[in-house]
């Protein structure tokens, strides 16, 4: 296994998946949170379009829209990132993780929000608090710790999806598996060698996940 | 509803305030798609000529579009049907008593449900059943989507009957044991049927995980309706418009699943036939085309719940059976 793996860049493709996994996690954040405050605005159509956008990225397979974005987006339509077919495809799965994700965390903070009792409110404000105290020093406090368990999920899930860039040709670590399972046959140690790097990418981030939503968890 | 906790009953100025963002939501969102018609137009994508076969041409939905569909229900329907014995059998396994069913039960779960399914599809696929000479040359690609998605889905099932079985009320087991029956029947007989009930919109919420995650199928040439959508823009030279097609079907049915899921929660918590929490919160461990969070648009708070409940990691859950006072 050890003379096998000289002869694949591994450490390059471990390397692009964790490139992915982390620009995609601050633009699902990004795109996420703008959805999330469109979705618990009280404005009708902000809160329609949030929703459709949710609607929308939720129910579309992840790999739908990565075919789409290379094949159908970039080819047909012209629009690249850039003109090396491997940059492109690189820079539209970065693109299109962050936005499935998105709504993935919009919905994550939002039930965060709502985990929040009106009666927390209702306090805040008949004891004087303006909107914007209760707001910053009661509501969004409690909505973020209430919001940590979900979005920690939302963000193990990121890092296993960043393989379906495999799909668009993107060589991360699955494009590798696929590339050394077909010249070499099936090789059980390097399938191991896979999943641990995504048990060892994801549990630590699981463990700190369950211990800080113990550790913020409002009691009620 | 979120908004009420939010946000005050607005006074004039803030009717204003509404009044101004509507007016700009409503203009970003005809500005958003006018540039989306715009590059459509502008690369050809609007021609007639493109869209027309999906409603003149027969041939365009008979011999591609629910060829494609029907594939990709039939992996979907098989891989929760065998992810649901699997996973039924794990988790049972991992409430035995015993810690030899237990803890291999528990590690083959927690690996399982860490792995994404296209390695596993990838592997299968690649490594052993594209060179398998006694299997049809159409199964192979079907039976590494299977197999993929049943050992990733089970072991998801899995930790939901655990979730299940333990948000039951105590009172349950008890009741079960203190009129003699064994631990074993207690959970056949009593603990199980409740949990199984109170998972259902879960279950079917599942359901919809697979049929987004038997899209990956197209990297190992499964025919699911991705790949005939690819198809059919080859061979009509429409591929966007056979993409938006593909991605239109699969977002009603999902859509479709998801309000099951809520219709079949809102019913049986009415009902009341179980003792359960009856929540349709999604296992958070996911991965492939599927998503964390699931049908949030119902009972968000018991989504968060259920979060917690499945974020476990094997150390947690190790802990949780250990406060377990165990029958």
Redesign the interface.
Known sequence: MGELLKNYDVWGAIWTTIQLAVLSAIGATVIGTIVAIMRVSPVAVLRGLGTSYVNIFRNTPLTVLLVMSVLGLAFILGLSFSDDFARNAYWWAVAMLSLYHAAFICEALRSGINTVPAGQAEAARSIGLTFSQSLSQVLLPQAFRGAVAPLVSTYIALIKNTTVAAVIGVTDIAGLLQEITENEGAQLGIFFMVAMVFVVLTLPLGVFGTSLSRRLAVKR | M???????A?GPK?RTR?LI??VI??L??LAGLWVVIG??R??G?LEPALWEPFVTDKSVWVDYLLVGLWNTIKAALLSVVFAGLFGLLLGMGRLSENKWIRWPAGAVVE?FR???V??MM??LF???FA?AETLPADWRPLFAVVIALTLYNGSVIAELVRSGVHSLPKGQGEAGLSIGLTPQQTLRAIQLPQALTAMLPALIGQF?VV??????G??ITYPEL?TWA?TL?SSYGN??PA??V??LL??LL??AM?KLATWVERRLKRRGTTAGKVTNAMP??????????GP?AAG??A??AG??E????A??SAKERRNDPGW
């Open positions: 979120s908004a009420s906790v939010l946000f005050d607005p803030a509404h963002l509507t939501g409503a970003l969102a590059k459509m502008q690369a994508q690996f860490a792995v994404p296209l390695i990838i592997f690649f490594g052993y060179k919809v049929l987004k995650d038997t899209a990956l197209v990297q991705l690819k823009g591929t966007v993409y938006l593909a991605a699969f977002i999902n859509y998801t958070t461990i996911v991965q492939g085309g599927a998503e964390p969070g949030a968000t708070r989504v968060v979060a917690e499945t974020i476990e990691s150390i947690e």
